[in-house]
């Protein structure tokens, strides 16, 4: 098979400030990052929110059910949204997931800061806006993780699909800063509306930069405007040089592949769920969501407060900057973990890093449990908890870069869509699972809940072991044909059959 790293691109030999195409590609992926920033901020804004003893006045004190409600009501949204989205982003293209994106921000982030208005409901009125912004985060999500695979370069595809989740952590510094600054240091209710309102700006800039994102390639080869597909890729990939050969290569493999599952009909359920690989993508990206939703990593972003709580961390501008101190720590995590993935598989990965976060429960269990069972409460068990956590968030956050882009990584084209509409439907009924009853078991048993979380962590590494398949190193047309192997979960595409390299290079008589 020849290896499509060494085919001669215009990126090998130009500097990024001279690759006019590179760089425009990345003002188009900026809109996807700084979309994530905003879920970032938007997602740590709330559980640094309760810290607030305005926004519990103007609430009215939401605590177990309600506040379970509150935090889970964006993911119920974002589960009715799923089906609609996929159909757009299969049929009208992918900007139309990233536009509704921007609208919802804006007008729930409006609407939530109206809540606690005098004579209004203001908790109905923050879930109402809560509502909102998770019918646009949903199909953002689905959507950006969609085009992050298949407008990138293929030289740094794996890199920039890794980064996506670091702009979530980016996000949420922002938003621990914000916090730490309003909600410790503002006692009014403008402690909370000016964290709220700050997300307004960041939906103004999806919407306008939104209308000029063109679609991607395989999108357009998919819909027979293959004139269009090749000009994206001579434009963004080749530096406008119609005649690069990994320019060629890629639109020949992606026209090659796209033609071959339109002829076996591979977008239909019908057609995907006969065969056995298909299968396989779709149990792997649900894999990624238990992997990512029911590990315990919902108790600490949700509510740290809590878990501060129960060890006696209760003052609000020392558990704000806690969390502001934890967020940047996390950030450089996942901004490691980006780098790391360049020389590590990513089943190694998750691998090692499943059983420190058993590890790590295990250890918050303990001390919580010290504290709880002190005559006078205890100090050590206190710090104990902070360093906990901060190892659990830190070594969690460096699987992240696997576990949102290996999802849209492993489906075929035609079956993308549909892909991260199974891995937002699971994802959205975790979420919403995870944050409502972590409320309810938090109030009822306490530390006590960190218990149920042991064993799920333990199942989740062995799933991974003997299910996921590694991808590290390879197009994502190559990643399609090692799902057909005998035993591929075991399996890596070093046994691809040899391809035929169109329009320059040389051949390769060796099979990798």
Not at 95 to 109: A, C, E
Not at 437 to 442: E, M, Q, R, T
Not at 453 to 473: D, R, S
Request: include cysteine; charge should be neutral.
């Amino acid at each position: 098979m020849l290896d499509w790293h060494t085919i001669p691109n215009a990126k090998d030999r130009l500097k990024w400030y001279q690759n006019k195409g590179e760089m425009k590609l990345n003002v188009f992926l900026s809109i996807i990052f700084v979309g994530m920033v905003l879920n970032g901020y938007d997602g740590s804004l709330v559980s640094g929110l309760q810290a607030s003893d305005a926004w519990q006045a103007d609430l009215d004190y939401p605590d177990g059910v309600r506040l379970g409600l509150l935090n889970a009501i964006g993911s119920i949204s974002g589960l009715v949204v799923g089906p609609i989205i996929t159909y757009i982003d299969e049929n009208w293209g992918r900007r139309w997931g990233i536009r509704f994106y921007g609208y919802t921000m804006l007008i729930g982030s409006v609407i939530g800061c109206v809540a606690g208005v005098s004579g209004a409901n203001g908790y109905g009125i923050f879930v109402a806006g809560r509502a909102i912004i998770g019918f646009g985060l949903a199909s953002f999500l689905m959507t950006s993780l969609i085009v992050v695979q298949e407008i990138s370069h293929p030289r740094s595809r794996e890199m920039v699909a890794a980064s996506w989740d670091s702009y979530w952590i980016l996000g949420s510094v922002i938003a621990a800063w914000v916090n730490f600054g309003c909600v410790g240091y503002i006692t009014s209710s403008w402690s909370w509306r000016i964290p709220y309102i700050i997300q307004v700006p960041f939906a103004l800039y999806i919407l306008i930069v939104v209308q000029f994102v063109p679609e991607t390639p395989r999108f357009l080869l998919a819909k027979g405007r293959e004139a269009e597909a090749y000009a994206f890729l001579v434009e963004y990939h080749g530096n406008g040089d119609v005649d690069d050969p990994l320019v060629r290569f890629e639109f020949e493999e992606m026209k090659d592949a796209i033609s071959a599952e339109k002829a076996a009909k591979a977008e239909k359920w019908s057609i995907i769920l006969k065969s056995r690989a298909n299968v396989h993508r779709l149990g792997l990206a649900a894999l990624m969501v238990f992997l990512t939703s029911l590990s315990g990593s919902s108790i600490i972003y949700y509510y740290y407060t809590t878990v501060f709580d129960l060890v006696g961390i209760t003052n609000p501008t020392t558990q704000t900057g806690i969390q502001a101190g934890l967020s940047i720590f996390t950030w450089f995590c996942q901004i490691a973990a980006v780098y790391i993935g360049k020389f590590v598989g990513r089943r190694k990965i998750l691998l090692f890093i499943w059983p420190i976060l058993l590890l790590s429960f295990v250890g918050l269990c303990v001390a919580s449990g010290v504290f709880a069972n002190a005559a006078e409460g205890n100090t050590r068990a206190g710090i104990a908890t902070v360093v906990l956590v901060w190892i659990y968030l830190g070594f969690f956050n460096g699987s992240n870069p696997v576990l949102y882009s290996y999802p849209a990584e492993v489906q075929t084209f035609s079956m993308r869509s549909k892909g991260l509409l199974v891995w937002n439907t699971v994802s959205q009924l975790m979420g919403a699972y995870t944050t409502w009853v972590d409320a309810i078991a938090l109030d009822a048993i306490g530390y006590k809940y960190y218990i149920v979380y042991m064993p799920l962590i333990v199942i989740q590494w062995v799933l991974v072991y003997f299910y996921m398949v590694e991808t590290k190193g390879y197009t994502l047309e190559e990643i399609a044909t090692v799902f057909d192997g005998k035993n591929p979960s075991l399996s890596s595409v070093n046994t691809l059959p040899v391809v035929e390299h169109q329009g320059g290079g040389e051949e390769a008589d060796d099979t990798k």
